[in-house]
């Protein structure tokens, strides 16, 4: 009994280094510093395009009474702060909805850490549990005007990292070919990519394009717009990065109304009670039409450096369902 319990000691003992040792092999890799330099020209375009075109910057928060209440279920995250109950921030929709509030606000953008505990599925290679999105929102705005407003940006970038990142890219053996964007990017409908591809759609279309697309009309949270005109759709859309990597942006026109807002919470049983205030703003009018996006920073890091799996754009293993976290 005893020798059983010595030896699983040391066996238990042996994984701690052995994880231990991951995470420093994991802040010793040597392309690191090439793909942090990267990153950084990216934050570096993005506020520069966003500074030459009005786009506010705001900085983030952190936790909140309310906040995105995601598509999927995660793990409880709750925290108090005298005896209020606030969660980690998931996203800053609520917020930037309640920023536009202010007349002299048109267009707003924050770089925004978020933190979703993802359940061990997730453990792939485009999730964290806690990353950093580009999250922005514009007045009396609708998909199209994010439709161009995104392309120019993502234009801007990969010409910025054409330009100063070529040191960088050397290093990592990536040539600049994924960057070069010949065509407007391509517009699909959730009902025609799933009829041509199956459930799978969004991974497969992917895989075969070359060039980022968006992906229109998904079933999903309850601020995102319905269509009216075509009750059962919505005005949401994701960028898709080609060749495998998937969504790197999720947005929509957003419901503003009392009525439409509590007809799609109804709908899919969300907790009005924690919403109480949000509702009380939306029934006296206060919450106006707009309509936004987020954008994964490390998603797009990802595709630019052309990396396995996201976790290779962190210092520090943020993967779901690891066994152990070192840092
Ligand atoms: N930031 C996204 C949006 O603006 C929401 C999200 O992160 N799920 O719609």
């Not at 699983?8 to 092999?25: S, T, W």
């Not at 995660?74 to 005298?82: G, K, M, N, P, T």
Request: aromatic share 12%; glycine share 4%; proline share 2%.
């Amino acid at each position: 009994m005893e020798v059983c319990s010595l030896k699983e000691k040391m066996i238990e003992k042996e994984r701690e280094l052995e994880l231990l040792n991951e995470a420093v092999d994991k802040i010793k890799n040597p392309k690191l510093p090439y793909i942090l330099r990267v990153q950084q020209s990216i934050l570096r375009a993005v506020d520069d395009y966003m500074y030459k075109n009005k786009i506010t910057r705001m900085m983030p928060l952190m936790m909140a009474p309310i906040t995105d209440t995601l598509n999927h279920s995660v793990e409880e995250s709750a925290l108090f702060y005298q005896g209020q109950e606030f969660d980690v921030m998931k996203s800053m929709i609520f917020h930037k909805q309640a920023t536009l509030m202010n007349k002299g606000l048109e267009k707003i953008y924050i770089v925004s850490p978020n933190i979703r505990l993802e359940s061990s599925e997730r453990g792939d290679k485009r999730h964290l549990f806690e990353f950093t999105q580009v999250d922005f929102e514009f007045k009396e705005g609708t998909m199209e005007m994010v439709f161009e407003f995104m392309e120019s940006l993502v234009r801007y970038v990969f010409e910025f990292i054409k330009k100063e990142c070529t040191e960088e890219f050397k290093a990592l053996g990536l040539t600049t070919d994924h960057l070069e964007l010949k065509d407007t990017f391509k517009k699909y409908r959730t009902e025609e990519l799933e009829e041509k591809y199956g459930e799978d759609f969004e991974r497969i279309a992917s895989e075969k394009a070359t060039e980022p697309f968006w992906i229109i009309n998904h079933k999903r949270e309850f601020y995102d717009a319905e269509d009216l005109d075509n009750k059962g759709t919505y005005k949401n859309y994701d960028l898709i990065w080609p060749k495998g990597y998937v969504e790197g942006l999720s947005g929509g026109e957003r419901e503003y109304k009392y009525d439409r807002i509590i007809t799609r919470m109804r709908e899919i049983n969300q907790d009005e009670e924690r919403f109480k205030d949000y509702i009380e703003l939306a029934k006296r009018g206060e919450l106006v039409k707009t309509a936004g996006a987020g954008f994964g920073v490390e998603r797009m890091t990802r595709f630019i450096c052309q990396l396995n799996q996201i976790d290779d754009a962190t210092v520090f293993t943020r993967k779901p369902g690891k066994e152990k976290y070192i840092f």
